[in-house]
């Protein structure tokens, strides 16, 4: 798209969550059109008249094999990301994709793989990268602010009961980027190794399609060239607690905790005055994180405000409480990567780095807690000849 000044065509797949992302890309300056897609055709026709897009596609083959389309976001269940990944990037087009990447260390090669060899833009859409609370923290990290990291901890607590049948019995780290993400991602590191517990037993039923004993996994993982260490606890059933995607994360001049409820806003804490004394005073302040529209073009800034969103009603988006704002930064990100003919901020590599290290804990609880190592994908990549 670089110098050729004509806009992006996309094609977004998937209008139950997904649709929340539609009149994002319909308002985004360098987007020509967004077209909808899904298999259910009135779910397709409803999302098509909330947001006025007339354009849509019966099928994924249908989008595939049209040359119209520049880029393809994918919003659909989690056992088809990754096949439907590959395909789009092996279509010659530029894939987005919701979280996670792929539930299998064999699939994220595969996407990686499929992403060299197309040349084409793989981004993974993590909400937690760009949330008003992780912007915050990042501006408090990137001016030393912190001191020395001594700690962080994740936490993804949501109750899947009636959620699609997908979910159910679903290894609960397989879908934990949320509690990791913010940490690696302001830290600039990679997991090296995992120790991971399950905790609770489902019910026979419900351990059958995906092998998993567990309700809940809690991990800790070890960071590769870095002496942090991070804590992810991960529930989807049995464990009454009200939703929270949270992270926390911990200097020796500066500390940051995610509300306890999502309605309440985080903690700050600090030591103004750090003598080296018995009983020295640490504050805390109860902070609101800023709305950071001055990042994004005016015609998707006002999105990072749950209001301007449909009707709000999509259990994803109410329970993630408008994902904090995220959404316009994402679609900006991954239209400004295409525009700009560089990588996006969240790549096949990063999007890796952020899903393996789940993938590995699961792995470690079935093993009782057993280390297990989480491959190194760039150094991978640059074996390949
Ligand atoms: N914060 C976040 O990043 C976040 C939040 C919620 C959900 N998600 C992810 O988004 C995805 C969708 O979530 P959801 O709650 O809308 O799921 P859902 O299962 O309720 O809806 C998925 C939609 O995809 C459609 N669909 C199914 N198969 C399809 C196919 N082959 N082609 C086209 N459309 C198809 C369904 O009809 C449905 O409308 C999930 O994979 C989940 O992991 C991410």
Request: net charge negative.
């Amino acid at each position: 798209m670089v110098g050729t000044g004509r806009k992006l065509r996309i094609a977004l797949v998937g209008v139950g969550f997904g649709a929340e992302f539609a009149p994002i890309y319909k308002a985004h300056p360098n987007v020509e059109w967004v077209a909808l897609s899904d298999t259910n055709p009135e779910k397709l026709a409803a999302a098509g008249g909330r947001f006025g897009i007339e354009r849509s596609y019966p099928s994924f083959e249908a989008i595939l094999s049209d040359d119209q389309v520049d880029a393809v976001h994918l919003v659909t269940p989690i056992p088809l990301h990754a096949e439907q990944a590959v395909r789009v990037l092996e279509a010659g087009k530029h894939c987005a994709c919701t979280v996670p990447m792929a539930t299998s260390l064999e699939d994220i090669r595969r996407i990686i793989d499929a992403q060299r060899r197309s040349g084409k833009n793989y981004m993974m859409m993590e909400t937690a990268a760009y949330t008003r609370e992780f912007l915050m923290v990042e501006e408090h990290y990137k001016r030393g602010e912190f001191g020395t990291i001594s700690f962080a901890r994740g936490s993804h607590m949501q109750d899947m009961e009636g959620w699609p049948e997908y979910w159910m019995g679903l290894p609960p780290h397989h879908y934990m980027t949320h509690a990791i993400a913010p940490v690696l991602k302001l830290l600039g590191k990679r997991v090296k190794k995992v120790h991971c517990f399950g905790s609770g037993l489902l019910p026979q039923e419900r351990q059958k399609r995906y092998g998993n004993p567990y309700p809940v996994e809690t991990a800790i993982f070890r960071l590769d060239d870095s002496p942090v260490a991070v804590e992810v606890t991960r529930s989807l059933f049995q464990t009454v607690r009200p939703y929270t995607e949270a992270f926390s994360i911990y200097g020796d001049k500066l500390g940051f905790e995610w509300q306890q409820i999502e309605e309440e806003d985080p903690m700050i804490f600090s030591m103004p005055q750090a003598a080296f004394s018995r009983g020295r005073k640490i504050h805390h302040e109860m902070v609101v994180p800023p709305d950071r529209q001055d990042l994004l073009p005016p015609e998707v800034a006002p999105f990072t405000k749950r209001s301007v969103f449909s009707d709000g009603k999509h259990l994803s988006f109410v329970q993630g409480g408008g994902h904090s704002g995220s959404h316009p930064h994402l679609v900006h990100e991954f239209v400004s990567s295409m525009v700009e003919g560089r990588k996006p901020a969240i790549d096949a590599i990063t999007a890796a780095n952020w899903t393996a290290p789940g993938i590995a804990a699961h792995l470690s609880a079935m093993r009782d807690g057993e280390a297990v190592e989480v491959p190194d994908f760039e150094m991978e990549l640059d074996s390949v000849p």
